[in-house]
Nanobody
């Protein structure tokens, strides 16, 4: 079992920045690749970013590439999502998840999920 708790969400103006954190507990965090997903009202949950267990490999959705950065600190069992140049369309609940197997951009490839943190970007 892995427990994931997100934090760092909030209300920010367009063009601003936020850093989300995802704290893990339970089984060995460093053995899991991690991902961030988001879900806007009335929309399906979508992939945002992925980082391999070592941090050597990262992937991003086209919509956030160049603005968001995923990172991890295995010594502190935490994954981060730095979000810059935020846009109103980034408004969503953001979820972190522990990758089990399969394609990194598919929800079904993730075994454990956090409860989510709300990000609201005003125009």
């Amino acid at each position: 079992q892995v427990q994931l708790v997100e934090s760092g969400g909030g209300l920010v103006q367009a063009g601003g920045s936020l850093r989300l954190s995802c704290a893990a507990s339970g089984r060995t965090f460093s053995s899991y690749a991690m991902g961030w997903f988001r879900q806007a009202p009335g929309k399906e949950r979508e992939f945002v970013a992925y980082i391999s267990w070592s941090g050597a490999n990262t992937y991003y959705a086209d919509s956030v590439k160049g603005r968001f950065t995923i990172s991890r600190d295995n010594a502190n069992d935490t994954t981060y999502l730095q979000m810059n140049s935020l846009k109103p369309e980034d408004t969503a609940v953001y979820y972190c998840a522990a990758h089990y197997s399969g394609l990194y951009f598919r929800m079904g490839s993730y075994d454990y999920w956090g409860q989510g943190t709300q990000v609201t970007v005003s125009s």
